[in-house]
């Protein structure tokens, strides 16, 4: 008897103790665009899968991507940039989730004009004609938006001055000084640089043009070699998203906003208010348009900025959400 | 008899080797391509020799090529030409004037190891975004190494030299041009090589700013879009250009130094 005893007693400690958790990693901003994978880690839903994610921090969307082609990350969660699709382009990335989008009514990219041009008569998006342009890097999200708007407007991009600047702070000094005349800043550094009078905001991005901003996404390596912990941490993900929804784009609960507030302040090391004004929207079930990611591909092919053999389809994987296409 | 001995000093001759730098480069090349064609480099993480010599046909044939180096070149022209002659004169005054010496060695040793590269910023803010910025930036890491090379190819003049000249009553301003300006010559040149080469590493530096075209300019652009190709392509135009300096300034050397 005695054997059956000791046997059963380890069979009800091994279903009482759960199961190690599995290490895997995240590459990510420090922005409130990821504001789903900080809530599902510090909500718990990570851990309620059984993975323990390590948060790797980057400071441009251009590392983010480069960390998990490298193997640094597994998954990575940031803005899309023509350097992310001649990645994926080579097969080292795969989108598998969204993340934040450009929409009417949110107020996350502004439209900014230089005290000097404002009253040299540049008032609304569509005087960008002409105008020298402040962005970071060729390529950026920003250098996409600014060709979206042209692309609406009607304008010729080629007539206008593009300036690299490399870092948002040499886009600020640079319109401040009125040494570019127009830029497309994000909202926590825009809605500052407004109220210092430092230059004039003239309209959103989101409201002009939106667009797939940002998207979850792995490597190849992990999506078949790791499939189930691929759906395990999307999984997360999408609770971390429905979380997201409820606190900032329902707004049913006021506790459970004030909670995820938090969590993102802590993470993102910025003011409550700051963050509060300028939240993406995201879609509450981490869908995607695939549609609009081959425009984007389609764009930068067209400016020579990605390879004529990126191939969107090949990029975008549809099994884990649901498409919005 | 005495048997003849075997000559034994001409250890440590450099002999010229024509071929040995070609075959070497052609042996890293040819291994290089065969990973790369047999697979075991990954075209995302080591692109081929191949793919490179393919971006860097694209870029010729559009013209891009030549806009870029040619904008380039203009930038370390004007900034080359600004920071060496300052540092020539800055040089020269360090190395025949006590007082100079003694005020401005200590401003060199201070201001030389400041990465001219952080200073970008602030050139931005008393330059503007324009040209001036950039040869501000490639004229300062430019001063530096011209004033030090300089001063002390002055100071290598053998002092028995200027003594006899001195002896011999030639005037002070004879004296500058026909015994130290040539016997700091050397001096000059390797200063000038060696800048000249700073200037190369600096113009990729300064175009990081609102430059629209310029090889540092497509360099980081390349980088940015991860475009490895074009990025190798662009350092191996960096390279040309480097070798075509080094050459220039050995011509040089061979041409004024001929009396040694």
Redesign the interface.
């Known amino acids: 008897m005695r054997p059956t005893w000791i046997a059963a007693a380890a069979a009800l400690l091994a279903c009482a103790q759960p199961a190690a958790a599995e290490k895997t990693s995240l590459s990510v901003l420090k922005l409130a665009s990821s504001g789903p994978v900080f809530l599902a880690q510090d909500l718990g839903h990570f851990a309620a899968e059984g993975l323990e994610v390590e948060f790797k921090f980057f400071t441009a969307a251009?590392p983010v991507?480069?960390a998990v082609?490298s193997g640094d990350a597994e998954f990575g969660v940031t803005g899309l940039?023509?350097?992310?699709y001649?990645?994926a382009g080579?097969?080292?990335l795969k989108i598998i989730a969204g993340q934040s989008r450009e929409e009417p009514g949110y107020k996350l990219s502004a439209y900014m004009v230089s005290n000097q041009a404002y009253d040299a008569g540049v008032r609304s998006p569509a005087d960008f004609a002409g105008r020298s342009f402040a962005m970071t890097?060729?390529?950026?999200t920003f250098h996409y938006m600014i060709g979206l708007l042209a692309e609406k407007k009607g304008f010729d991009l080629s007539k206008s001055?593009?300036?690299?600047?490399?870092s948002i702070p040499?886009m600020v000094?640079?319109l401040k000084?009125g040494?570019?005349d127009t830029a497309i800043l994000p909202s926590t550094v825009a809605v500052p640089m407004f109220d210092r009078g430092d230059a004039k905001i003239v309209g959103w991005a989101g409201d002009e043009t939106p667009w797939q901003l940002g998207a979850l996404f792995t490597s190849p390596k992990t999506l078949e070699g790791k499939r189930a912990t691929v759906e395990r941490f999307i999984r997360a993900y999408k609770k971390g998203v429905a979380a997201y929804d409820l606190a900032f784009q329902k707004k049913g609960d006021q506790a459970a906003t004030d909670k995820a507030l938090d969590i993102l302040a802590k993470y993102t090391e910025q003011q409550k208010g700051a963050i509060a004004a300028g939240l993406p929207y995201i879609d509450p079930e981490a869908r995607f348009s695939a549609k609009d990611i081959a425009k984007q591909v389609a764009y930068w092919q067209a400016q020579g900025?990605?390879?004529k053999t990126v191939d969107a389809k090949e990029i975008v994987v549809t099994s884990f959400v649901q498409s919005l296409d | 008899m005495a048997e003849r001995l075997r000559f034994r000093g001409g250890g440590f001759v450099i002999q010229r080797k024509r071929h040995a730098g070609w075959i070497a480069g052609f042996v890293i090349i040819a291994a290089w391509q065969a990973s790369s064609s047999l697979g075991w480099a990954s075209p995302v993480f080591l692109p081929s020799p191949a793919g490179i010599a393919k971006a860097l046909a694209g870029l010729a044939l559009s013209g891009q090529l030549a806009r870029d180096v040619s904008a380039s070149l203009a930038r370390i022209l004007v900034g080359f030409s600004l920071g060496a002659s300052a540092g020539l004169a800055f040089g020269l005054a360090l190395g025949l004037v006590s007082h100079a010496r003694a005020a401005g060695l200590p401003i060199v040793s201070a201001l030389f190891p400041i990465p001219k590269i952080a200073l970008l910023p602030l050139f931005i803010l008393w330059f503007g975004i324009g040209e001036p910025s950039k040869w501000a930036t490639i004229g300062l890491g430019v001063f530096f190494p011209m004033a030090i090379a300089t001063y002390s190819g002055v100071d290598q003049v053998p002092r028995t030299l200027i003594r006899m000249a001195q002896s011999f009553d030639v005037p002070t301003a004879a004296i500058v041009c026909k015994v130290i300006l040539p016997g700091a010559l050397p001096g000059i040149l390797a200063g000038i090589r060696i800048s000249a080469s700073i200037a190369l590493i600096l113009v990729v530096a300064a175009e990081m700013i609102a430059a629209e075209h310029g090889i540092g300019a497509f360099i980081l652009s390349a980088g940015n879009l991860m475009r490895t190709e074009d990025l190798l392509a662009g350092v191996c135009v960096l390279s040309a250009l480097g070798l075509t300096v080094g050459w220039a300034v050995s011509r040089a050397e061979r041409r004024l130094l001929g009396w040694r």
């Open positions: 251009q991507a480069v082609v940039t023509a350097g992310f001649n990645l080579k097969g080292a890097q060729v390529g950026s001055r593009l300036l690299a600047l490399q040499n000094s640079a000084g040494q570019a900025q990605a390879d």
